[in-house]
């Protein structure tokens, strides 16, 4: 009969389908459950970047879980904020940072896909405000998170200027057409 599947009797291509269909089943609630354990960018136990920089002098040294926004190039790596000015912190991966969780493996995929990503990340580690004829990182700012763990990283749409820690530059581009 045309157009009718039909399976041959006394094999084990029916175990075998009927295997092959448990195990697709129990990898996607696998799946599902990975994404509904992540935790969402927003966050609400995560303090916003721009309040992390104006309590500065009590949090200098201490533990955080920040909330900004990513971006990077050949020379630095920077989280900011557009709520607040001024918000630059260099980001740096600490001696003690926890690879392999699901927010490092998504960060790494959304990195994957651009070199220099735009990206909106939740991280926790160490803040550090810079000293009197101090600064961190090639962009030399006035703050620094040495990051333990990457808890939530959700790519954001491509920018079309650069940021620079200077302020007062900053670089539009052009888009490119394809």
């Known amino acids: 009969m045309a157009g009718r599947l039909t399976l041959p009797r006394g094999s084990g291509t029916m175990k075998a389908f009927c295997f092959s269909l448990m195990l697709l089943a129990s990898m996607l609630s696998g799946c599902r459950y990975i994404r509904e354990s992540l935790p969402s960018c927003d966050d609400a136990s995560a303090v916003s970047l721009c309040d992390v920089i104006k309590q500065?002098?009590?949090?200098?040294?201490?533990?955080?879980?920040?909330?900004?926004?990513?971006?990077?190039?050949?020379e630095y790596a920077l989280l900011f904020s557009n709520e607040c000015e001024r918000s630059f912190v260099n980001?740096?991966?600490?001696?003690?940072?926890?690879?392999?969780?699901?927010?490092?493996?998504?960060?790494?995929?959304?990195?994957?896909?651009?070199p220099n990503p735009h990206a909106a990340l939740v991280?926790?580690?160490?803040?550090?405000?810079?000293?009197?004829?101090?600064?961190?990182?090639?962009?030399?700012?006035s703050y620094e998170l040495a990051v333990d763990e990457v808890l939530c990283a959700r790519r954001l749409p491509p920018r079309h200027y650069a940021l620079s820690p200077d302020s007062s530059v900053i670089v539009r581009m052009a888009p490119i057409d394809r």
Do not use: H, W
């Open 56 to 74: 500065s002098g009590t949090l200098n040294g201490k533990q955080v879980t920040v909330r900004g926004e990513y971006q990077a190039n050949p």
């Open 91 to 114: 980001i740096r991966l600490s001696d003690k940072y926890i690879a392999g969780t699901a927010g490092d493996r998504a960060f790494s995929a959304i990195f994957r896909r651009n």
């Open 123 to 141: 991280l926790r580690g160490t803040f550090k405000v810079a000293g009197i004829q101090q600064c961190f990182g090639a962009g030399c700012v």
